[in-house]
């Protein structure tokens, strides 16, 4: 068994959009697309060069097989998804009313993603990997799927497979009170936590970078905090600061962003490149993200990375 | 409070069809469409002229919205319908690989639907209607719909509104053993018994449409079989009879024929027509939905009905 | 017969909009719509939780098919309207070759609704209603039709129902100076009166609000003179003044901003609300209309008018 | 100016077509395409290697100028063809509900095109042609209409250029009577007619084709009636017979077949071939058009229908 | 490096289909779609169950990015896939005028695939397979093709990988005699020959199987002779027989089907399976091939063709 | 033979436009168009009220005849145009990711205009021509297409026909040296030529207009400088100057301004107009192609730009 660079688990559904700006109960017409936020890092991984694994538990049903097929094309290691015929492959729809009125319809609470457990857990897979990627989604899911959370940090601090965890806070998924006891918890057994700073506050009551940084860092942890179009501010035991943003000709589809990010610091810690310039790459990654359409399409190689931060700002031009 | 000829409640949901012959898992374009047994009868008695209550539990979701107001502008009077939040309108897929291999995926394991029980039923409602219709899905919803069906069945009896049953077998939702007992038990409790051929033999054992009629039609209960292309056999305390099936130019959509045939019946029921011309109607009725694409959307008026029993076979031609 | 709070009539047409923004010449593909500024006033009405009454003469085809069964779905009474094979149901095309070049194709000179009559009007329907509502476009259509508004007038009067007059002019239908006159007419006999500042000046030829609305004000008409994102300003024989408009985080589609306005003003006058509260909420109806695409899908509830007063304007992410 | 081997005129329209086969009120999406018998004509004798005029009045609008440029586009001489901006262009919808229930919605009834007339007539373009092609649709849509078909009667008379008159019945644009008394007139004023035996009893009274050939065809007509798959039966004042028509591997769309064969009888005596050749190659013509969806999309060039004739019943098979 | 079951190389291009059966002069929408003889039967191989390496020069384009992502995700390994800035990935056009006519037009010539040459051959991971799948379609691509094709053949035949062969004849890219003379030579060295019977003739000049598979058959090769709906007739030096046709339901699509027949063969030939069950098998996929629209989205798994060789006749109804 | 006022010559290729802002890797459905820099300046000349001619080499397959027809509909002469069956009708791709990231994937390197050569020139129709129009794209293509450049240049200069230069230079096409010595050459031979800024900086190392003129524009030539919504600089023998550029409400499609432009300079020569006045039409020209999608959709009538030039700023509303 080739063993992995990064290894991620949780929820890939399909998603539904309507074909126009239109409020869903008046549009007849639909696209299909996939999803999820540990895919997307996993296919950013991948897209920068090193060896990613994910799963989940996929209905037996054609969608289940579309997102695994596309997952594998993306090129990610998807050998330890598992399939059930007990419920389906979640799925959700967008209505984009305009550009600051977006709605999420979820048909994700049986979902087969929902009956992800311990069992679904190859304890040897996450040991070889060198980075265990978890979000704050996956724990949301189920009773289940908050056990298998667990056990796969157990397993992982075990055998010191690092511990990158991105809350994604989802409140439509669980209630609050709920939510942060157990992702508090879970960033306390992180090594790397890359909340936004709405996410830091709502983990420390705190809203100022430095101060959310403090309190989630203590044991030699390492704070990235998002600060979108601003940047991101970033503290280990040894040094901190702040990392401005990109600004980018236009933003497309602002979605995708964070898991972008956490994909660019992932590959630099898999560089084991100086923090500063790891989260000056990762704000690249988002940065690209944001200007394609989709979740995942945008995400770049090292040499769009690369091209992106070298460019002149006047070669924009078509090159026919 | 205006009182229905004719009642129905069960789920409505949303149909999403791929806009190619593709198999779902190739397919990236997709239609959204209306469907329900008892709202496409609900919507073919009303065209036949008589005031039809539909009644649901849909999810306070945009999908919710589109069937409340598609109903309502099929003239159906779906006033006692309700909303919840707890859960979201079930909906499902179609994908036809080709004409013979149509295959079916559902989201409607815990939808609003199933959430509809006792409190939804309005008494005052159901005991003022002539005619109570059912359909074996509802009772495979959910224990809280199971309930629901036999209280509108008490409800029925005590004040002698008549109870058109259509057995509808849906052995994706429960298991046969169940089903069986608990169609057994409507069919046992209602006036008129609508099964098709298989749905008679699975219900009595017996294969010959006398026979199954001879089984379910004990005391007084008029039995009206299906037997598709051939039309259908008919018996009640007084008669009984073949009428034979109409030919239709080209079957577009086979999709809805029970229910309209459903409609056709009820509404002879509520004319008081004798037994061998109400189901020679109904055999129209389900031959004008079968010539046109989608459940409902070909539903005749009593004129379209008398046009197509009294035309020559030879006025096809457009009329320009 | 339950009597209307509302009551409106006039012409609702099958809009035809191009499914790209190119030229209608070079463009293949069309997506079907329903517009038609009363029944938009209807729907609006409605939504805010009044009954509201609309009607008109549609074609007996499926075109009427589709706009009757979609104003039924949307909840507003359409019970006389009517049904004529003596004419087609009107129809336009829209061109959007860019934000600020938009052509308007018709089809609706000799239209169905245009052969709306003063037999057409139910005096029972409009005289128990509250409010009548009149555009100054069912005048331009047709000598009939115009006959039918001044009747309407009539009856309103005699049983003092209020009259709402909203002058909608439409130059592409009549001559300049038949226009106004018969606009000014109308206006005459109005309680409330509604125009745009544009066509204010038309009516007065005044170009400030004041002096519009002294002019147009006479014997204690109350004048609201919307002044788009400026807001609009009212003067009745007690009060006259400003109200500011809102912003919206982005204008969709600015068709339809008056008729919600014009919602928004009946629905407080039937709650018999000050004016200048009047005036604020409907302001909020037309900015909520804008930010959705369509003529009357983002028309409001209640709810979403308070929701929209109280919010804070950082709350605007998606809760998923 | 080039004088043409055939004059033709008369209406061409928009048509949209439902992208799915679904009714009209239940189709959202729709797709342009142009429409007209003696466009279709004029197409046809174009593409077999002939001069062909057109020419009608359009509305000055993009759908005229949608029209105008196709034609154009397709070889057809349209120098005389007018605009007007008293009248849009005519259109039209068509529902198939399937196969043999096809229906027409048209909005022509004050088009542009029925505002044709005398002044629109360019005697000398019409007498210097060889061939005046003219069908019962034309005089059908106005007194100006039919005027002007008369005239053009009159200058072909006077200048010995051949009348093919092809009847085209529309009942939908005229009462019965008059279209009888009608088109007989210009039967008897025309050299060749080309009716289908529907059309040819209409005309007679007669049902045998010999018998409608004797009644139409005195003083020397030549009559070619159309028999659908069977072929057409002909008769001059030297010769008579059946031609047998000849099978297609797949009907696509019927519409336009009778404009193909109209072509071909054109090309054929522009060619002063054989009538019995005539008619046979006037067979091929439609049955290739009938093998390709759109009226005119399908009309061949000398070489296909030689190809066609010349075809051995195995070369089916794609090349790659 | 894992060995695989079968190797094949080949080109696979994109392919655009209209949206409508039009002439594509007048289709204005296409569909985007992935197709190549070889990589279906690499696709049908690993559905099979078994391990499949396919590989081309693709553009380096978001054409080659399609395809080489869509056979990765089908499970084909792709990894000896290589790219070029040199030429872009091939595609086609299909143009569907009736179900007997359809036209290909290619953007072939200078493709990418068509600069594949000797250095993108692995010996090694030819070496390993136990079969090598050859079609006559790469040789006719251009001389470097060819040459790679010839030296494949070397290769595998000094390391005993049995050859399989299919003609694939595709006049549209090369000259007949040339054709002739290449594939006669190929054939020659291959293991197995699964030509269609016009195939066998163009190669042999015998139009009758037996004949075919004499010529064909010498030095103890496997002939199989694919007849369509007749089945297959087959051949080796130890027994020789008519396996028939299986009848499907519809047949949707008849392309692929020998594609999926290759795939039978191939599987059966790993598992051992003696010669008649094989052809039975491969008749399977191939009859399941052509009843779903696409060239390898019908490829089958063990248990469909199970499935089909065991289905009783009368189950064909949607199970809900 | 009519002479024409212009002509031109140069490949109009099919262009594929997916149907979302998705890169092509992941969108699966597209349009189908027609571009061409000499065939878009062919039609706004046409448009603008003179004779236009145009020629290139079309494949003799669907997209061939889609140009040729497309392009005989809006009136440009395209009778020297000739067909091949050598090679395809060229065509390319766009994929736009966002506003500023557009990328072109071409299928044009040996396309049938490609296979344009001295052979296709009518040295006749060229030199009656008022204008000859050329580009730099031409000469780009194939050896043998600039040799039929410069032999038309030649035809030109021997009979006084006006040679008008726009540089269009495509890089994708050929090498930076080549292109400059060529591209050079031509200017040297053109009486009028019309580059962006920085194409005069890569024909002249000269960055600033007045310079670039300078070195351009010797022995009396008329030199444009297009400085985009700067507007231009104008210089010939006898006056200089700057003509500020037009602001429009929308971009909403860049691309074909250069082409509008070039059609208003040829225009306005052909009028003999004062220079200042040609560049200020000419910008105006440009000026409307960009508030209309497509390169030719937008390209204006004498009466459009006689409207733009006197329209006031504020009467920009839709009149219905």
């Known amino acids: ?19 126009r700006m239109l409020p869903l109960e008046y549009e007849h017409q639909y696209y299909k697309q996939m999803a999820g936020a540990e895919s997307n890092v996993a296919i950013g991984v991948s897209r920068l060069g090193h060896s990613a694994g994910w799963f989940s538990k996929l209905g037996d049903d054609p969608f289940g097989g579309f997102i695994f097929k596309s997952l594998k094309g993306e090129g990610v290691d998807n050998s330890r998804c598992t399939f059930t015929e007990e419920a389906p492959t979640g799925l959700y729809f967008k209505e984009k009313r305009n550009a600051s009125d977006v709605r999420i319809y979820y048909y994700r609470k049986h979902s087969a993603a929902s009956l992800l457990n311990l069992e679904d857990l190859d304890e040897d897979y996450i040991k ?6 978890l979000t704050g989604i996956t724990p949301a899911l189920s009773k289940d799927c908050r056990e298998a959370v667990f056990t796969a940090i157990e397993i992982a601090k075990q055998h010191s497979v690092k511990i990158v965890f991105d809350p994604n806070i989802r409140l439509k998924l669980w209630k609050e009170g709920e939510a942060k006891k157990v992702l508090c918890d879970i960033a306390e057994k992180s090594d790397v936590i890359l909340p936004g700073l709405n996410e830091g506050t709502f983990l420390t009551g705190e809203d100022k970078p430095e101060k959310v940084a403090d309190k989630l860092g203590k044991n030699g942890k390492t704070i990235i905090i998002k600060l979108g179009k601003e940047g991101a501010f970033y503290q280990n035991s040894e040094e901190s600061g702040f990392v401005p943003g990109f600004s980018v000709a236009e933003v497309v589809d602002p979605v995708g962003a964070g898991d972008g990010f956490a994909a660019g610091v992932i590959s630099g810690l898999l560089r084991n490149e100086p923090l500063s310039m790891i989260v000056k790459r990762a704000n690249v990654v988002g940065a690209l993200v944001v200007g394609v359409n989709g979740d995942s399409e945008g995400l ?6 690369d091209h992106f931060l070298s460019r002149s700002s006047t070669d924009e031009d078509v090159i026919r």
């Open 1 to 19: 068994m080739k063993s992995m660079d990064m290894v991620t688990f949780g929820e890939t559904m399909v998603l539904f959009t309507p074909a």
């Open 128 to 133: 070889k990997a060198r980075i265990l990627h």
């Open 300 to 305: 770049p190689t090292n040499e769009e990375v």
